[in-house]
């Protein structure tokens, strides 16, 4: 999407389980000029409802009426893969990320990156929690700057693979957003993303890993079109071990999608 362009953003609710919501989104630009409409991007999200009284206390959500049966199915099909990923997910969180003397273009130290940012009360919902969008612009941030420096180009994001919520994070709150690269293809970057939490102020809680999440990155060149990325050299056993998952979550990606099209 360019500037000057409208964006027209329409949601709605496609499928409820008895504590959470999916939400499918739906972004369209339109060039004010030519009246040239496009979609730019489509997303699902899931939402809990959270007790005002007690914030821990995970309230049930009122079921929505399906104008198919096969919508519910659907749905319910995309609530447990989105369920087993965060489970997934949570299972790797004990990873860190530590700074490499020297690195070598292309590894994975060479492009790694991490932003510490205090959490203010403009970053916060009225219970004074983070905000999903202020996180994932942060972690959006810090991929950009992995991708940009592995392959030294214009870059752009592609997508993104589930960001992951695992815990909310406080007001006064500093969060580390640190980024890697994991996997290249001819043409696209995957770089994971992950938020760890220490609570600053009069919390005696050790840092905690909140969010995690993979982006996936196309380099650019000035006319807009797709450039080669560089073949990421991994050098650990870690390393080539992330980068054969990568590879899976990009086969099966691709896959989806040439289903998508054929339909």
């Known amino acids: 999407m360019c500037i000057g362009e409208v964006a027209n953003v329409s949601a709605e609710i496609t499928y409820t389980s008895r504590h959470s919501v999916e939400v499918q989104v739906n972004v369209m630009s339109e060039n004010i000029l030519t009246g040239a409409k496009k979609v730019t991007n489509k997303a699902t999200l899931w939402y809990v409802p959270l007790s005002l009284k007690n914030v821990n206390k995970v309230l049930e959500v009122p079921p929505i009426q399906y104008a198919r049966k096969e ?98 994070i406080k007001k006064g709150s500093v969060i580390t957003i640190s980024g890697r690269m994991t996997f290249t293809s001819n043409k696209s970057m995957e770089i994971e993303v992950f938020v760890d939490a220490d609570p600053f102020v009069d919390e005696p809680r050790e840092r905690y ?42 086969l099966q990606t691709k896959a989806k999608r040439q289903a998508q099209m054929q339909q």
């Open 209 to 250: 890993r909140a969010v995690s999440a993979f982006f996936t990155y196309v380099s650019l060149s000035k006319e807009g079109k797709p450039l080669p990325v560089p073949q990421l050299l991994t050098e650990t056993e870690d390393e080539k071990r992330r980068f054969e998952e990568g590879k899976g979550r990009y």
């Open 71 to 168: 919508q519910e199915e659907e749905g319910k099909k995309r609530y447990e893969e989105q369920k087993l990923d965060r489970l997934e997910t949570k299972q790797r969180n004990g990873d860190m990320i530590f700074p490499i003397i020297n690195p070598e273009p292309h590894t994975v130290g060479y492009s790694q990156s991490s932003l510490i940012h205090l959490v203010g009360p403009s970053d916060c919902t009225l219970l004074g929690f983070v905000h999903g969008g202020v996180t994932m612009k942060l972690m959006d941030e810090v991929a950009g700057i992995v991708a940009a420096r592995h392959c030294k180009t214009n870059i752009v994001t592609a997508s993104v693979d589930a960001i992951n919520f695992h815990e909310k």
